[in-house]
Structures are given as structure tokens and as C-alpha cells.
């Protein structure tokens, strides 16, 4: 069941968009507050059929969970659940919830944050890769890195990935072409179809191309099993090491 859909449904067909919060509480004191379309879950994390339920009412859904550690692994799932409409979450700061965040601030303070802090899945999952990491520890940087990754797998968007993987060499202060490797090793752990192919036009293009040469060179050398994989790719691979 989704709480107080019955209550929410017309705020919901007008407005053409639901809220999604954590807990009954935070419903309550929403609609108190005079925001009127806001539902959670019943009894259970969010389900298909709750997404299915939703999907009659509204095509946009703006997901309000809490800001601690729990919200925001359920926030992520909410994502993948709700593919197929418009999304975009909201994180509440100091790992409050809408409950606590009205008694502390006032409604008119969550509406207006509401409205001016949404963001797409993936600036949400970008954005909390980072959270409570230190990035002096190479296992958080590892992390981090890792994390925006295995999100961006799942994009098709080539335009997509590349924006992302520009902005986390600037975040994490590191040059265009290692980020991009790490990608594209990451990726191909998996398969070849998540691979960026890019070309490199800009007045260090031999320099690129060198850097990546020495790259895919270490690789296959310290590696057999990069090497075996790229026996196949490449056929003359024996004599290019040569």
C-alpha cells in the first residue's frame, strides 16, 4: 500500500507529481505544512507494485527520503524502481528527515528547498560517492571512483559518461586520459559494449596517444589476463609488443 495516496491523489493529478517520503510521519507533517502531495511506503521499502501504482497517477516523482546512511541507499534503489518516469531526489542536510526538518525550519523553509535542491539520479549518485570520504586514503579514493563507475555502466549515453568522467578528473584532481582508462578497464571487466570510444582532437593528441600506448602496454604485459583478453581483440598483438 502507499499512505495517503487517497488523500494525495488530487494535489497529485494537478500538479502532475508525487513526493516520496520514508516514513508516515514525514506524510503527516508534510500535509500539515500545506504540501499536499506526498505519499511513502506502507509496511515495506518500495515495491514494483507501488511504482506501478504511482505510474497511474503521475509521471513526475521527486523522492524525499532521509539524509543519513539508510535514505540514501534507499534513494538509490528508489531510482532504479522508478525508471521510466521523471525523477529527482532531495537530501535534506544534517541527515534530517521533512519531520524534522519543518519543526526546525518551518514549512515555507521545505518547500523552497524542495524546489531549488533536486537532483537526477546521477548527480545524486555522483554527488554521494564523495560523501564521508577522505580522498588522502587511496581505498576511499579507489572507492569513490569506483562507485561513480559502476552507475555510469549502466547509462547509454556516451555524452553522458564523458561529462562525468571530465567532472571526476577535476574532483579528484587527475588528468582527462587516467580517468578515462580507469573507465574503460572497469568496464571491460564485464564486457566490451560499455566501453568509450572517444577521439582525441586538441593540440596534446600524440601526447594522449603516447600516455595511452604506455598504459595498454603495462597492462598487458604485467597481466596475462588482460593480455589474453586482447589476443583476441588485437590478432597482431605479438607483434605490437614486439
Known amino acids: 500500500m502507499l499512505y495517503n495516496l487517497n488523500n494525495a491523489i488530487p494535489t497529485i493529478r494537478k500538479t502532475g507529481t508525487v513526493i516520496l517520503c520514508e516514513g508516515q510521519m514525514d506524510v503527516i507533517a508534510c500535509t500539515n505544512a500545506g504540501i499536499k502531495n506526498v505519499i511513502c511506503s506502507l509496511g515495506t521499502a518500495l515495491t514494483v507494485e507501488q511504482v506501478k501504482l504511482i505510474s497511474k497517477y503521475a509521471r513526475n516523482v521527486i523522492i524525499a527520503y532521509d539524509g543519513d546512511n539508510a535514505g540514501i541507499k534507499a534513494t538509490k534503489k528508489a531510482f532504479e524502481l522508478l525508471k521510466g518516469l521523471k525523477v529527482s531526489s532531495v537530501t535534506l542536510p544534517n541527515g534530517m528527515d521533512p519531520d524534522e526538518f519543518i519543526k526546525a525550519n518551518g514549512a515555507d523553509r521545505l518547500k523552497d528547498f ?38 555510469l555502466k549502466t547509462l547509454k549515453s556516451t555524452t553522458l559518461v564523458e561529462k562525468y568522467l571530465n567532472r571526476l578528473s577535476i574532483d579528484l584532481k587527475i588528468s582527462y586520459e587516467a580517468i578515462f582508462n580507469d573507465y574503460n578497464l572497469y568496464s571491460t571487466k564485464g564486457s566490451r559494449s560499455n566501453v568509450v570510444e572517444t577521439t582525441l582532437v586538441d593540440d596534446k593528441t600524440s601526447k594522449n596517444i603516447l600516455s595511452h600506448e604506455k598504459m595498454f602496454l603495462a597492462l598487458i604485459i604485467y597481466n596475462k589476463d588482460y593480455f589474453d583478453y586482447y589476443k583476441h581483440e588485437l590478432p597482431n598483438i605479438e607483434e605490437y609488443l614486439e
Open 114 to 151: 524542495i524546489l531549488k535542491n533536486q537532483k537526477d539520479a546521477l548527480d545524486f549518485v555522483y554527488d554521494n560517492a564523495f560523501i564521508g570520504r577522505d580522498l588522502s586514503l587511496n581505498y576511499d579514493y579507489e572507492a569513490v571512483k569506483n562507485e561513480v563507475f559502476d552507475f
